[in-house]
């Protein structure tokens, strides 16, 4: 059984770790990608300085931290939260943990008073873009607000 909860500061380095192997993976450690966002490292205070964000970690029983996802204030004036840094250990993948870390989000995004959800993604990361899709994220071909990575080449959104 896993577990999903909202991110504490020991799982600050062990997130980080999973995002930066992940991103490296598919050649996506360059510039213009969360692999040199500054919050990276210190994800629990970036996500713990505002009740607009959330962080969710999934666990294993014993406490091992498989991946996680969080949601941000993106457009406000718009209602628009940010799907960020859905990433996963390599053994966590192909058990349906992302649908829970995205039900997770979504749910909060919600309550926060979201009207949509929007991320940015890259076409390297064909599961991803399978994930988001299937979810019933819709492509919108470009980015909003000129998009924060810059490398990112493909972005959805969710009416929520």
Do not use: C, W
Request: overall charge negative; charged content about 20%; glycine content about 8%.
């Amino acid at each position: 059984m896993t577990e999903i909860r909202t991110i504490s500061k020991t799982d600050d380095a062990a997130l980080a770790k999973i995002i930066r192997h992940s991103l490296k993976s598919f050649g996506l450690d360059i510039p213009g990608t969360a692999y040199f966002d500054a919050e990276l490292d210190h994800l629990s205070s970036y996500y713990d300085a505002s009740p607009k964000r959330q962080y969710f970690v999934a666990l294993t029983d014993s406490g091992e931290v498989l991946g996680g996802d969080g949601i941000a204030q993106y457009d406000p004036e718009h209602g628009v939260a940010e799907l960020q840094k859905l990433y996963l250990a390599k053994e966590a993948q192909g058990h349906h943990l992302s649908y829970k870390l995205l039900d997770a989000a979504v749910d909060f995004a919600k309550q926060a008073g979201y009207k949509t959800v929007y991320l940015e993604t890259h076409h390297n990361l064909e599961t991803a873009v399978h994930l988001y899709q299937r979810y019933g994220f819709t492509n919108l071909g470009h980015p909003l607000n000129n998009g924060e990575h810059s490398s990112m080449d493909l972005f959805f959104a969710l009416d929520i």
